[in-house]
């Protein structure tokens, strides 16, 4: 497991941290959590992600938001993804950027989707599309990440 939390700085640990903060203001947050892409991984990815955006100061509904998307993000992962997933959190003053990427090793995947009604498959990422600001999809030979952006209020950071 890979963690880090830095406010005012930026530490490029892949594409991924080089991308999403290479100018952040003094102000700015970011940390990530790589861990297997494993469903354990996803409620420890959705409370690494409340407790830290608390400890930043988001708003409670915001932080719920945030928890939502990255819990869909991850669940996605799990079920599509490589063997490893990065979670990068980036907070520029009223900007939250949630990255998620999939990346290691190919893994096979038995998609367990036809015990699921027609409504249910697939909409998660309609729920992430309408709680966010914008969104970015982009695959390359290493995996997939996705970009997910939304407006968030701070008060006092802890």
Do not use: K
């Not at 939390?5 to 940390?31: C, F």
């Amino acid at each position: 497991m890979l963690l880090f939390d830095h406010p005012d700085e930026t530490r490029n640990t892949s594409a991924l941290a080089s991308t999403s903060a290479a100018h952040a203001p003094h102000d700015a947050h970011q940390a990530a959590l790589t861990l297997p892409s494993q469903e354990a991984s996803v409620p420890a990815s959705r409370h690494f992600a409340e407790d830290l955006l608390s400890r930043w100061g988001v708003g409670e509904d915001e932080c719920d938001s945030a928890a939502l998307i990255v819990d869909e993000l991850a669940s996605n992962a799990v079920q599509h993804g490589h063997a490893l997933m990065t979670l990068l959190l980036a907070l520029d003053a009223d900007e939250l950027l949630i990255t998620l990427a999939d990346s290691g090793a190919v893994v096979r995947h038995e998609h367990g989707h036809a015990d699921l009604a027609a409504d249910e498959h697939g909409r998660g990422t309609g729920i992430v599309e309408f709680l966010a600001l914008w969104t970015e999809v982009h695959d390359n030979d290493d995996g997939r990440e996705v970009r997910v952006a939304m407006r968030v209020t701070c008060g006092a950071l802890h």
